[in-house]
Antibody
Framework: QVQLQQWGAGLLKPSETLSLTCAVH????????WSWIRQPPGKGLEWIGE???????NYNPSLKSRVTISVDTSKNQVSLNLYSVTAADTAVYFC????????????????WGQGTLVTVSS | DIQMTQSPSSLSASVGDRVTITCRAS??????LNWYQQTPGKAPKLLIY???SLQSGVPSRFSGSGSGTDFTLTISSLQPEDFATYYC?????????FGQGTKVEIK
């Protein structure tokens, strides 16, 4: 049974760096992509980006200039850094495992972390 | 980016009702469409993948259909635990994008 446990600072000031980590327990760490997704209070879901076990990344162009996603395969952990945050970055941040359907190029988010509320306020 | 548009944004229904939610993509995405259910304070839960495949453990009253640009999620007989917000998501290309959500409320 795959479980994703995430943690990080919940209160930031404008211009600071958001840092979150997601630990993967159970299942195979390789063969999947690991995504970060955020949800502003009362709003919908926004995909931030993804990484696989070898460090290959894809980012949302809307955030690409401020985001770094990294992986530590020795610890089965994935990390998110979002730089120069503003109040618009206030959201619940989720890590998620993106599973590929064998024999296709189709993916889906099968497992999710519990979510971390990050508030940006002066 | 592929834009995903859901309708309606919200609906009111009673237990036992048949509910249909639609999702339209801004370009053809074949069947690379997933549906999720989210309840307040929780992470989204996968219901349907590749447009019509039911995720293991999801009740059979949930079904999905469609291909190309137009998709539907149907709940055949709404149950109390189904009152939630539903999101579609395309996996045809990056950036992955979600619909804005459909909130299903109790009438």
């Amino acid at each position: 049974q795959v479980q994703l446990q995430q943690w990080g600072a919940g209160l930031l000031k404008p211009s600071e760096t958001l840092s979150l980590t997601c630990a993967v327990h159970g299942g195979s760490f390789s063969g999947s992509y690991w995504s970060w997704i955020r949800q502003p209070p009362g709003k919908g879901l926004e995909w931030i980006g993804e990484i696989n076990h070898s460090g290959s990344t894809n980012y949302n162009p809307s955030l690409k200039s401020r985001v770094t996603i990294s992986v530590d395969t020795s610890k089965n952990q994935v990390s998110l850094n979002l730089y120069s945050v503003t109040a618009a970055d206030t959201a619940v941040y989720f890590c998620a495992r993106e599973q590929k359907i064998v024999g296709t190029t189709s993916w889906y988010f099968q497992h999710w972390g519990q979510g971390t509320l990050v508030t940006v306020s002066s | 980016d592929i834009q995903m548009t859901q309708s309606p944004s919200s609906l009111s229904a009673s237990v036992g009702d048949r509910v249909t939610i639609t999702c339209r993509a801004s370009q053809s995405i074949s069947n690379y469409l997933n549906w999720y259910q989210q309840t307040p304070g929780k992470a989204p839960k996968l219901l349907i993948y590749v447009a019509s495949s039911l995720q293991s453990g999801v009740p059979s009253r949930f079904s999905g259909s469609g291909s190309g640009t137009d998709f539907t999620l149907t709940i055949s007989s709404l149950q109390p635990e189904d009152f939630a917000t539903y999101y579609c998501q395309q996996s045809y290309s990056t950036p992955r994008t979600f619909g804005q959500g459909t909130k299903v409320e109790i009438k």
